[in-house]
């Protein structure tokens, strides 16, 4: 099954209820949320206090991506403030295991974020203990950034360890998704397709929305 998680880090910022209610409208399966702190990467945005008044304008999980350094420090914080799946980043999480366990001990899905250069090999012993990886396909910071499309054959890769290890971990893709490269996306293996500017920006996010889901269907690998 194909998931859409729009990103509201490409929407308006000062109307957040309402970016959550254009994902609403269109179907989308999940709300996805980037939490920056101006250190593990270059920008600023949603504290705990934020996600959790957005919570109550929203039926849509939330998925928060946490790109954080020392994520532990935070969890607790977002776990509260409402978060359905919650990644860290492998690059900042000095002890994996332990965090995940945290994350679903609080109640949500677990999940680790790979950097566009970090090898997914790397997640080959702690796939038990992840509910989804969600592969950056662009360097994180920012919203529109062009797609790399060489991430598409990590996807490919993750896909074969997890059939391996016989985990049930699903795989995310976030940065520069859109009509173009969903399909590809699908049948690499990635089943949550997360988009800001190709919903965002669009004329019509209700359409995008459906565009990139029909797309991802015809194209999912089995
Ligand atoms: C990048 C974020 C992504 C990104 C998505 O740091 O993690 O979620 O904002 O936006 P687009 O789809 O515009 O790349
Ligand atoms: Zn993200």
């Known amino acids: 099954m194909i998931e859409i998680a729009p990103s509201v880090i490409a929407g308006d910022l000062a109307d957040l209820a309402g970016a959550a209610r254009i994902a609403e409208a269109g179907g989308a399966d999940l709300l996805h949320l980037d939490v920056m702190d101006g ?3 270059p920008n ?3 504290g705990p206090p934020v996600v959790a008044a957005l919570a109550r304008h929203t039926r849509l999980p939330l998925d928060v991506h946490l790109m954080v350094s020392d994520p532990d420090r935070l969890l607790a914080a977002y776990l509260e403030a409402g978060a359905a799946r919650v990644a860290v980043h492998w690059e900042a999480a000095g002890h994996l ?3 995940l366990a945290a994350i679903r001990a609080g109640g949500a899905r677990a999940g680790v974020a790979l950097n566009p250069a970090t ?3 790397l997640l080959a012993d702690i796939l038990h203990a992840c509910d989804f990886v969600l592969l950056m396909s662009v360097n994180p910071g920012f919203a529109g ?5 060489y991430v598409l054959d990590k996807a490919r890769r993750l896909r074969d360890l997890v059939h391996t290890a016989g985990a049930a971990t699903t795989l995310a893709l976030d940065g520069g998704v859109g009509p173009g490269n969903a399909g590809a996306a699908a049948a690499a293996g990635v089943t949550t397709l997360i988009a ?6 669009a004329s019509d996010p209700s359409a995008a929305i459906a565009a990139l889901r029909r797309r991802a269907e015809e194209e999912a690998s089995s």
Do not use: A, I, K, N
């Open 196 to 201: 800001g500017s190709s919903v965002y920006q």
């Open 145 to 149: 950034q062009p797609f790399l499309p």
């Open 119 to 121: 090898p997914v090999e």
């Open 39 to 41: 250190h593990f990467v």
């Open 44 to 46: 600023l945005t949603f």
């Open 97 to 99: 295991d332990r965090t």
